[in-house]
């Protein structure tokens, strides 16, 4: 276990459990003018795992979370989600069906407190209309008390109550990071995609994400897949592993199926096609 980990407690992976298959992608290509990001992969992502995409830089990975949550349409392949083929989705679409993601560089309002950054998680599930928010009356005020209780519930969950009145932008690196998954959280998603949650983050920071991160997953069962560039953390925390180089699928399979591929050892060792 690396030293990441060695503090958190959690079990490791082959402890939990995980379901049936709830987002499957098939052969999947996107590319850019001439550029070939994605070219024909295919994996799928079970119930309740932690599934990382890992590969060296340009390797396709972030490209891949944006066709899963509908920033980018692949020319083609299809994405099955709980079953049924999703083409065209939009990120609306995505995040209404249960897909929420963090990003590479934190997207936070930087002015605003970590309360209404994490309120804004919760803009999908207001019904009330625009004028009874704007009058904050009746069902409005209602409807906004129970959006921050469970915004309050996340913010304990995250242990960030001594900051919720904090303007973000005043924030250390990693509880921004924390704050912006916190907003994801609120949203309550069935599918949790993570791109670099540990970028940029000392080794205590880091604990603390992997923590949080174990515990999202095994107290709210949410399915998580996430971007990483610590081998230690990924290996530590994954169930499953896929691995991309230029834009191709070169192994798929448990940490240790993964770290014993000689594909990826060459991948990682930038050994010439
Ligand atoms: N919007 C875009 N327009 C043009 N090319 C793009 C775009 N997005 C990604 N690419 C290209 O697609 C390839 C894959 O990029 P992508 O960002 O998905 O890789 P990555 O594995 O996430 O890299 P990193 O680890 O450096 O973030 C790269 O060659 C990149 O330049």
Redesign the pocket.
Known sequence: MSAVLQETGVPPATARRTGEVILDLKKISLS?GG?K?LTDISFDVREHEIRAII?P???????MLNVINGVYHPQQGEIVYRGVPRRGMNTYDAARSGIARTF?NIALFKGMTVLDNIMTGRNLKMKSNFLLQALYWGPAQREEMAHRREVEKVIDFLEIQHIRKTPVGRLPYGLQKRVELGRALAAQPEILLLDEPMAGMNVEEKQDMCRFILDVNDQFGTTIVL?EHDMGVVMDISDRVVV?DY?RKIADGTPDEVRSSQDVINAYLGVAH
């Open positions: 850019f550029v990001a590969g830089n340009g390797a396709g990975k972030s490209s590479q971007i991309l834009g």
